[in-house]
């Protein structure tokens, strides 16, 4: 490709030639690829960030293509894991990045290898408790990254830079309470507040990689566009000095122990995942045999299908297994052990 391809943004004065080489030498991870990690990837990617690491730990439903911009309805045919359906997207559109999909979860096992290499992190989940550990290594890796969520047709972000800026639990000491806040499970959410929000967070990724700091946005932003409000909050007093992890450098998100629950029912999605303790590798054409006398069997690259009804199991290899049509984590745990054991 020549070299024309980032010209409109290399005229953008405050990018030019010197800022092009400095996002082509970064690197950023994003967490989650459904509605707004699908958005980000796709502006990082054409804007030629260097190296985009992206990580989900879901495959592509039917009732995602509403708003996930990358995927489409073969994707969904494939149930291909979000992952690799935005990367086969993704290299299509500028094969000068490096991208890095993974399927996986990111937990407390997981979070430092994957999110403490880069120069950037962006929020791109739907939960707090993901939030939570992103902010730990961000802060205890001085990593800035950008939090930014959607739901219904209200988004909300805010960039964090450790020891500039508040950290997350400055700002929100406990998770909202489940049942307390809308949530995918209640509210539903519309295409474009995602791209509203994803695209600031996008902005505010580049200046940050550019280190344009006098254009950078201290505020926490809110947006509704169903009822035509902005609300900037000015957040930089809110940062304390007894914050547990800003302020006392205690880093309880990245601890585990070998009794973590790791066992979630997941978001409006009548699922439960389940997570191994520890890295293992399944053989799945090895586990499709041993399951298909038991139920109907459907496999992929990436993962397998089992349907024993009424629930189906989706199995990964690194062990990961979401089951589906409970949210009951013991009915779950109960399937897992019968059919793939311990
Ligand atoms: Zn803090």
Redesign the pocket.
Known sequence: MNENRYSRQILFAPIGVAGQERLRNSRVAIVGMGALGTVLSNHLVRAGVGFVRFIDRDFVEPSNLQRQMLYDEEDARQHLPKAIAAYEKLSKINSDVALEPIVADVTAFHAEKYLSDVDLILDATDNFQVRYLINDVAVKHNIPWIYGGAVSATGTYTAIRPGET??L??LFPEAPKPGTTATCDTAGVIGPIIHVVASYQATEAFKILLQATNAYNPHLEHFDLWNNTHQQIKVLKA??PD?P???QRQFEFLETSPDDELATALCGRDTVQLSPREAITLDLSQLAKRLAPLGTVEQNRFLLRFYIDPYTLVIFPDGRVLVQNTDDIATARSLFAKFIGN
């Open positions: 508040p950290c639990r400055c940062k304390r914050c992890t800003c302020g």
